[in-house]
């Protein structure tokens, strides 16, 4: 059985080292390969692990007559030709779930670093203004995260883990797009409004979607005018579903009066991104983390066993969790 790793080998011999795969033949590759050079050095193999973002196309398929299994490293598969493994018959899997609660945990923290201004404390420490900052931070009104409504605009296994964390700290929480059964929203404490009423309301809004061409854009002056005066934005999803020089303008104006952003487009961001040359008196609005909310330690052993354990059901003609094409 071989099995051609495209992207990280790193990776899989890290969180994938305790696996007992078999004897399967891994074939390391990099990351952006043609279908030419698949077909030379993993023509024959059956199965591919990708990376989350990297792309595989027809022609790709094409290269490798035996495949069986494509398989997304992650969460993400927007690379993967998916309509064209179908109809040649191959399994397409991602690792649904397995970054729930790194992304949940991660946006959780940037809720609470928006809250308590932590860009403008601590630089104001760095600065020698300690004294004056915190009396001017009393003054202004320090607030908890149980004083806001906040609201979660996608509601799948991250929004819900996210749900989950903020219980103990006691805000009311709000969720949209596709309504959940009664009990499954009683179950999480979340409630349910339209996108335009959850924009109106709440003070912290939370992206949870996927790009795609519906979502691609959607934070735009549009959506931003709907939101509440002040309001704070979070994206843990996609840099994709804003428009970058519209939620700059909107921090600008103060209509935004935070944001947190562990996702840019277009990546990797370089110093000619638009959110990279903001004026300066924006640089304690905005949070920024590398795209690093779903890459735990944990995240990627839970990943690794799923895909093992997926290649080896494949293998046995058994069917795989997490198919993506049924």
Known sequence: MKVALIGSMPRQEK??????????????????????????????????IIDAIGTFTAAHMDAMPGLKLIHSEGVGYNGIDVKAA????????????????????????????????????????????????????????????????IGLIGFGDIAKEVVRMLKPFGPEVFFTVARQPREEELATGA????RDELLKQCDIVSLHLPANPQTAGMVDKDFIAK????????????????????????????????????????????????????????ADKVLFSPHIAGVTVNMFRKAYRTIWDNIFRAENGEEPVNRVNK
């Open 191 to 194: 409630k349910f409004l339209k």
């Open 86 to 149: 179908s109809e040649r018959g191959i399994i397409v899997c991602n690792n649904k779930g397995a970054n729930a609660a790194a992304v949940a945990e991660h946006t959780v923290m940037m809720m609470l670093a928006l809250t308590r201004d932590v860009l403008f404390g601590h630089r104001a420490v760095l600065e020698g203004r300690q004294i004056e900052t915190k009396s001017a931070m009393m003054k202004a009104g320090v607030h908890e995260l149980s004083e806001f409504k």
């Open 15 to 48: 969180f994938g080292a305790d696996i007992d795969i078999k004897g399967a033949q891994l074939i390391a590759l990099p990351g952006q390969i043609t279908p030419e050079e698949l077909a030379e050095k993993a023509g024959g193999a059956q199965y591919v």
């Open 227 to 282: 939101m509440k005066d002040g309001a704070m934005l979070i994206n843990t999803s996609r840099g994709e579903l804003m428009v970058n020089a519209d939620v700059i303008d909107a921090l600008k104006s103060g209509k935004l009066s935070r944001a947190a952003f562990d996702t840019v487009a277009p990546e990797p961001v370089l110093k000619d991104n638009e959110f990279l040359n903001m004026p300066a008196e924006l």
